[in-house]
């Protein structure tokens, strides 16, 4: 069975400081990967995807995440984090079989955006 | 465009009681999701809807929960004779298919006294 994991349930780093969450999965196959955003009282916002291809993928709001099968990582960077990046952040892993129980959440680890 | 709706966005009941929460997917997105969310965990499925083809209910925790989805589009999720651990923030996604991402309303959060 896939699972992911989350190591972090808190981080805490000063505005303007690059910031790096850890999601490791675990599956058999090449993984689809995705990390995605909750602010408080929202639902979850999609950050970005990886499917295939290039192992280091775009997002929005100045996120990127690297894809690493070595280490069975899909780690989520911003160079400079701002306040309104203060939020509850999921790695997902779903897989190439679909259906419901192929998308299997992590956690979430808790961010939080210091002055 | 609009994106996905789930009422009401709080609901206080009594122990015992039953309720109903909504949920109104993207246009032409043929996947729904519920999932529920509880304080300190991450997102527990709860049921999945694909088309037109018999949903998946592995996640229900019992038989006190329930899913319809009408006309492959508005979703609702009944939970009877509720108890004090339902309480928890039910998310609902759609999506335009297996594996593509999924799109959350803001939830419902369900408080049990």
């Known amino acids: 069975a896939q699972s992911v994991t989350q190591p972090d349930i808190h981080i805490t780093v000063s505005e303007g400081a690059s910031l790096e969450l850890r999601c490791n999965y675990s599956?058999?196959?090449?993984?689809?990967l995705f990390w995605y955003v909750q602010s408080p009282g929202q639902g979850l916002q999609l950050l970005l995807k990886?499917?295939?291809?290039?192992?280091l993928v775009q997002g929005i709001k100045g996120f990127e995440a690297e894809f690493k099968r070595s280490q069975s990582s899909f780690n989520l960077r911003k160079p400079s984090v701002h306040w309104s990046d203060a939020a509850e952040y999921f790695c997902?892993?779903?897989?190439?079989?679909?259906?419901?129980?192929?998308?299997?959440f992590g956690k979430g680890t808790h961010l939080i955006i210091q002055p | 465009g609009a994106g996905v709706s789930q009422s009401p966005s709080n609901k206080v009941t009594e122990k015992g009681k039953d309720v109903e929460l909504r949920c109104d997917p993207i246009?032409?997105?043929?996947?729904l999701y519920w999932y529920r969310q509880s304080l300190g965990q991450g997102l527990e499925f709860l049921i999945y809807?694909?088309?037109?083809?018999?949903?998946?209910k592995s996640g229900l925790p019992s038989d006190r929960f329930s899913a319809e989805r009408t006309g492959g589009s508005v979703s609702t999720l009944t939970i009877q004779r509720t108890q004090q651990e339902d309480s928890a923030v039910y998310l609902c996604?759609?999506?335009?298919?297996?594996?593509?991402?999924?799109?959350f309303g803001n939830g419902t959060r369900l408080t049990v006294t």
């Open positions: 996604a759609s999506s335009l298919g297996r594996n593509s991402p999924l799109h």
């Open positions: 809807f694909q088309g037109n083809s018999a949903p998946d």
């Open positions: 990886y499917f295939s291809g290039d192992t």
């Open positions: 997902a892993v779903g897989n190439t079989g679909g259906g419901a129980d192929g998308l299997t």
């Open positions: 599956y058999g196959a090449t993984p689809y």
């Open positions: 246009s032409g997105h043929t996947a």
